[in-house]
């Protein structure tokens, strides 16, 4: 399938403004802009190569491989353009970072460090307008293996589950506070009764593109709180397929 690449006067991807070599293979993609600057502390020579508007981008290194942070913003809809201009810049191999709800009875267990998104629930308007609800919305099996097998490393607690992502955080949080309410409080006894692990905003846009484009996606997402755990499991995760890579197993 073939893609349209939107460009500015300088021929940079419209909304993140980077071109190709300006970014790595491998791009770890937590929401807010200002978490960028914390997780490119974990790259080797990290630089920022640009900011614009919700997207931030800086490009180092992981054993000596390019490799880069950029921020979605909050939501599918900016999710989607950075992970698609990412894509056209060269990226595709992709982990989410960031902060997550607990949802059903088992995400409550305060032992858990966070969860490692196997799946999710496409609760949300952007990828109904790539392909009709029924596709699934799912992580690469390559990259969700180096992620629980560099927590396992780590000795840490991360939980494996199912994502809800919606597109209303209010929805959530204040659900009796709109004229939905009842609908709204009826799919979220559905999403505890099954097992959903995580409740957040991005995660199945990022599955869904990722598979329509032939790019590789896996999420890690902390309880509450932004945690250096959850970083450096991202980062040793990637270390992990760098060495796939240069060892030919993808």
């Known amino acids: 399938m073939q893609c349209k690449e939107v460009v500015n006067k300088e021929g940079l991807q419209y909304h993140i403004c980077c071109k190709k070599g300006d970014v790595g293979r491998y791009v770890l993609l937590p929401g807010d802009p200002f978490r960028t600057d914390l997780i490119a502390k974990y790259l080797e020579e990290p630089v920022l190569v640009a900011h614009n508007r919700e997207h931030k981008t800086w ?34 191999t992709f982990i989410r970072i960031g902060t997550c709800g607990r949802v059903c009875e088992d995400s409550m267990d305060q032992t858990l460090d966070g969860v490692i998104i196997t799946g999710a629930i496409r609760d949300e308007g952007t990828t109904r307008q790539y392909i009709p609800i029924e596709y699934p919305a799912i992580a690469n099996r390559t990259v969700l293996e180096a992620l ?20 209303s955080f209010y929805g959530q949080h204040d659900p009796n506070g709109l004229p939905n309410a009842k609908m709204l409080l009826e799919r979220w006894d559905a999403w505890k009764a099954g097992n959903t692990m995580a409740s957040e905003m991005e995660t199945s846009t990022l599955f869904v593109i990722s598979s329509i484009r032939k790019a590789r996606a896996g999420a890690i997402m902390a309880y509450g709180v932004m945690n250096n755990q959850t970083i450096e499991v991202a980062c040793n995760a990637i270390r992990k397929l760098i060495k796939q890579e240069k060892e030919g197993k993808h």
């Open 59 to 92: 490009t180092g290194y992981l054993d000596g491989v390019k490799v880069s942070v950029t921020s979605t913003g909050m939501g599918g809809p900016s999710a989607a353009i950075a992970i698609e201009e990412l894509i056209h810049c060269g990226a595709d």
């Open 148 to 167: 629980v097998e560099a927590a396992k490393d780590a000795e840490l607690h991360y939980a494996e589950g199912i994502a809800h992502c919606k597109d």
